[in-house]
């Protein structure tokens, strides 16, 4: 069955110090990877996508996020967390075809202390 | 990207009746999907939506409680049907172009209240 794995749930991190949010897949074929971030309030925003190609993605707001096949895995990361990186987090699978519905993840509540 | 207009943007309704939610595409897109996002989880799918076709429902979704319009390439409904305090959640609606590589682009979501 096709799924997508956030282990953490609500991670909390320095304003100021690196983060990488975790994001575990289950695909029958090669997916269609992203991330989306929901700011309060607010709908889902595109942060970055995997579909081919390099397996190092760069996004908005300085996110990337690596693809690795042989650990299922497309974790996000980002240098240097500021504040107004708070958000909900989501990790998205695919299909290898536009158009279709995407999966997500549970999600990850990221908080940033000063 | 496309902009995504859903009306209302949110609402407080009576148990028991019935709510119609609208979304509207600036473009013309072949497909679009309705997700739900219950208080603090992740968003599931509700159903995908193909112009002049019904409806495609997921698991535990069915018509009656979910009907869905689409009557043309940029719009369609999603009526929630005999709400129940269950169906408090946000709403959203989100489209894929056909040119793209399989990203959705999302609505701001219907976030509605059964009381």
């Known amino acids: 069955a096709q799924s997508v794995t956030q282990p953490d749930i609500h991670i909390t991190v320095s304003e100021g110090a690196s983060l990488e949010l975790r994001c575990n897949y289950s695909y029958g074929a090669t997916p269609y990877l992203f991330w989306y971030v929901q700011s309060p309030g607010q709908g889902l925003q595109l942060l970055l996508k995997y579909f081919s190609g390099d397996t190092l993605v760069q996004g908005i707001k300085g996110f990337e996020a690596e693809f690795k096949r042989s650990q299922s895995s497309f974790n996000l990361r980002k240098p240097s967390v500021h504040w107004s990186d708070a958000a909900e987090y989501f990790c998205?699978?695919?299909?290898?075809?536009?158009?279709?519905?995407?999966?997500f993840g549970k999600g990850t509540t990221l908080s940033v202390s000063s | 990207s496309a902009v995504i207009s859903q009306k209302p943007s949110r609402d407080i309704c009576q148990r028991g009746t019935s709510l119609t939610i609208q979304c509207q595409v600036d473009?013309?897109?072949?497909?679009m999907f309705w997700y739900r996002q219950q208080p603090g989880q992740s968003l599931t799918l509700i159903a995908t939506a193909n112009q002049g076709s019904e409806a495609t429902y997921e698991s535990g979704f069915v018509i009656d409680k979910f009907p869905i319009s689409r009557p043309n390439l940029t719009f369609s409904t999603l009526t929630v049907s005999n709400m129940s305090p269950e169906d408090s959640s946000i709403y959203l609606c989100?489209?894929?172009?056909?040119?793209?590589?399989?990203?959705?682009?999302f609505g701001e979501g219907s976030r509605l209240t059964v009381l």
């Open positions: 989100s489209v894929g172009r056909t040119a793209n590589t399989g990203e959705l682009f």
């Open positions: 473009s013309q897109v072949t497909m």
């Open positions: 998205a699978v695919g299909a290898n075809q536009a158009g279709t519905a995407l999966i």
